[in-house]
T-cell receptor, first 112, second 116 residues
Framework: GENVEQHPSTLSVQEGDSAVIKCTYS??????FPWYKQELGKRPQLIID?????GEKKDQRIAVTLNKTAKHFSLHITETQPEDSAVYFC???????????FGSGTQLTVLP | NAGVTQTPKFRVLKTGQSMTLLCAQD?????MYWYRQDPGMGLRLIHY???????AKGEVPDGYNVSRLKKQNFLLGLESAAPSQTSVYFC???????????????FGPGTRLTVT
């Protein structure tokens, strides 16, 4: 089955700096790559996603890049704010039921 | 439109007891999923369903059973709870599109289960 690895597990940045989280996946059949933000005690919330036919996607301060050849994708957050502090998960989707395989998460802390 | 709801929100079980977690969605979605989330780990797929009357195993199905008798409901059962099943359980749903273009999953608020 699919295996998704995520790095780093923790990341601290100063407010206003950029944050980058990286994921690799193992199965070349995966074709959809979402990123979720999860605040303590809450459900995961989709913040951005990318499909395998696209190399980069941007939404205001958030961007995702995908390198299909190397089987890795990254989340970039610019101009970080304290409210960006949360756990971020990457995932890869494949299969007829669009099953998601998640990475282990990155605890992002934005220091004021 | 409530989206995806889960019942109960919290539960404490003793080892060997049984219980059923209920997931309900009012979006007419075809696909439904059960995940568990343990500390320091991402969500792991337990079972999923592609439609009423169908279920399939995910990554970590042992110790769980599921049923989807109605399109809007997906039940997760623990027949004999074990401490290793202490976790937060999330349900999600997704809709089908011709051509398979949709992948987004909508998550419920979670159920925190403790087995002592």
């Amino acid at each position: 089955g699919e295996n998704v690895e995520q790095h780093p597990s923790t990341l601290s940045v100063q407010e206003g700096d950029s944050a980058v989280i990286k994921c690799t996946y193992s199965d070349s059949a995966s074709n959809y790559f979402p990123w979720y933000k999860q605040e303590l005690g809450k459900r995961p919330q989709l913040i951005i996603d990318i499909r395998s036919n696209v190399g980069e996607k941007k939404d205001q301060r958030i961007a995702v890049t995908l390198n299909k050849t190397a089987k890795h994708f990254s989340l970039h957050i610019t101009e970080t704010q304290p409210e960006d502090s949360a756990v971020y998960f990457c995932a890869a989707s494949m299969g007829s039921a669009r099953q998601l395989t998640f990475g282990s998460g990155t605890q992002l802390t934005v220091l004021p | 439109n409530a989206g995806v709801t889960q019942t109960p929100k919290f539960r404490v079980l003793k080892t060997g007891q049984s219980m059923t977690l209920l997931c309900a969605q009012d979006m007419n979605h075809e696909y439904m999923y059960w995940y568990r989330q343990d500390p320091g780990m991402g969500l792991r797929l337990i079972h999923y369903s592609v439609g009423e009357g169908t279920t399939a195993k995910g990554e970590v199905p042992d110790g769980y059973n599921v049923s989807r008798l109605k399109k809007q409901n997906f039940l997760l059962g623990l027949e004999s709870a074990a401490p290793s099943q202490t976790s937060v359980y999330f349900c999600a749903s997704s809709y089908w599109t011709s051509g398979g273009s949709n992948h987004e999953q909508y998550f419920g608020p979670g159920t925190r289960l403790t087995v002592t």
